[in-house]
């Protein structure tokens, strides 16, 4: 084989090589925004989140472990750099605002993860953040477990199923929340905990 000959074979591999796909998974991109709810939705989601009738105009989310570290990623803000999730990333916190002007609103921002980025199943224009672990006997001053006690009250919760809270609003602006709750375990320290994951998402 000559040397014109071997250039093609050796071209031809790479381009095969780089037009197969990667099949991967890959954790989403997280981004700052602010997501606006107007109207009954604000109204709804206020009282889910204690707002209204506490008369607290906001709350803070701390935000769960794989949303962390992809914020870490986005604004690389330690002195030193972090290779791992393990040790050394900083807390981060969601807030959610709410208002009583002439049309309620209920604000949360700034992280959010961008499914569209994800991989397998990207969800174009659909966003979410999640809880972190919530230990049955976590306590009581949490604010996720404050707010995981509220959906327990509701009569669309089920202890029947994994994913045990669902439920959509959809705002005057035509944004559509929804939350879930999932149950679930915790092995850290090799101990097994029982517990709660939940999930906010939102399509703009």
Same mark, same amino acid.
């Given at each position: 084989?000559?040397?014109?000959?071997?250039?093609?074979?050796?071209?031809?591999?790479?381009?095969?090589?780089?037009?197969?796909?990667?099949?991967?998974?890959?954790?989403?991109?997280?981004?700052?925004?602010?997501?606006?709810?107007?109207?009954?939705?604000?109204?709804?989601?206020?009282?889910?989140?204690?707002?209204?009738?506490?008369?607290?105009?906001?709350?803070?989310?701390?935000?769960?472990?794989?949303?962390?570290?992809?914020?870490?990623?986005?604004?690389?803000?330690?002195?030193?750099?972090?290779?791992?999730? @393990?040790? &050394?990333?900083?807390?981060?916190?969601?807030? !959610?605002? /709410?208002?009583?002007? +002439?049309? =309620?609103?209920?604000?949360?921002?700034?992280?959010?993860? @961008?499914? &569209?980025?994800?991989?397998?199943?990207?969800? !174009?224009? /659909?966003?979410?953040? +999640?809880? =972190?672990?919530?230990?049955?006997?976590?306590?009581?001053?949490?604010?996720?477990?404050?707010?995981?006690?509220?959906?327990?009250?509701?009569?669309?919760?089920?202890?029947?199923?994994?994913?045990?809270?669902?439920?959509?609003?959809?705002?005057?602006?035509?944004?559509?929340?929804?939350?879930?709750?999932?149950?679930?375990?915790?092995?850290?320290?090799?101990?097994?905990?029982?517990?709660?994951?939940?999930?906010?998402?939102?399509?703009?």
């Amino acid at each position: 084989m000559n040397k014109a000959s071997l250039k093609i074979v050796v071209l031809s591999f790479f381009i095969i090589v780089l037009s197969m796909p990667t099949y991967g998974a890959r954790f989403p991109d997280a981004t700052e925004m602010n997501v606006v709810l107007t109207g009954k939705t604000a109204i709804s989601l206020s009282e889910l989140f204690g707002l209204s009738a506490s008369g607290l105009s906001s709350v803070s989310l701390q935000l769960g472990r794989g949303d962390v570290w992809a914020v870490y990623l986005m604004k690389q803000d330690t002195k030193e750099k972090l290779w791992n999730d @393990n040790k &050394g990333v900083p807390a981060r916190y969601n807030v !959610v605002t /709410y208002s009583k002007s +002439q049309e =309620p609103s209920l604000t949360i921002s700034p992280y959010w993860l @961008n499914l &569209g980025t994800r991989f397998p199943e990207p969800k !174009v224009g /659909y966003y979410s953040f +999640q809880s =972190p672990f919530i230990s049955e006997r976590l306590n009581l001053n949490d604010t996720w477990m404050q707010f995981l006690q509220r959906l327990m009250r509701e009569s669309d919760w089920s202890t029947n199923t994994k994913k045990q809270f669902h439920r959509c609003f959809t705002s005057l602006e035509k944004r559509e929340l929804c939350i879930e709750v999932f149950s679930t375990e915790d092995y850290t320290d090799n101990i097994a905990r029982k517990g709660y994951i939940i999930v906010i998402e939102v399509r703009i």
